[in-house]
């Protein structure tokens, strides 16, 4: 069978003509920012609350605007808050995440907010050859334990801090029922053995996000993620924000 050519196909597959100029993109798109183009409505413009706490740590993403994604995370989020269970971050850096989802979430008694994290960046050990050729080991340092306490210190009651490397910290912590997880880790192996550790705690309608399950950098670790949910017969939810989510029957 012939191929058809390009200007035979419907429009709506066809290419544009030409690159667009960023003038135009801009006079386009209503958002254009962390591999998200849209025309659609943004709902976090028209959400005081959410303008505002942003506002106060927007400076520590160095200029990037991940407000999709943040978003996506604190909604996520206030759906689970009705679970009877803690929350865990897998992956804090500077607390931005977790300052967003505790600013915008009202204090539940009894309530644990598990911050995972060494504090000092990414482990030069349990990396795949991809992620070590890549540089992985050491990134993410640029990050003061004191600094993220001082940020987090309103909801200083409800955290739990687990500093270290998490093949070293998980066997000796005991979370409980999980309501809401975040996992950010970036190495495959380190997200592979978090996951197992959340998902077995997880409680029906519970989720976790993971935060750049789309982006190419990481396929390792979406293989394993994917992989995982493959055997526990449960789709995971790709997100244009390079997130994705995973939500326990």
Known sequence: MRRPRIDELPKVLQPPARRLSKAVRKSLYRYE????????????LDDAGFVERYSAVANLWDGRDIRWRLWVLTKSAEHCAA????FAEFGVWRAGCAYMILSGSRPVAGRSYYLFDTFQGIPETNLTAQETAAGFGGRLADVSLTDVRTRLDPWKDQLD??????FETLP?????PLAFVHLDLNAAAATEFALRYAWSRLLSSGMIVFDDYGQ????????LIDEF???EKVPVIALPSSQALAIKA
């Not at 190419?216 to 293989?223: K, T």
Request: hydrophobic share 35%; charged share 25%.
């Open 83 to 86: 679970l009877d269970g803690s």
């Open 172 to 176: 000796e912590t005991e979370t409980g």
């Open 229 to 231: 949910f493959a055997r």
């Open 216 to 223: 190419n950098e990481y396929v390792d670790q979406r293989r």
């Open 161 to 166: 801090f687990v500093v270290g490397d998490i």
């Open 33 to 44: 920012a962390d591999g998200v183009a849209t025309i659609h409505y943004l709902p976090f």
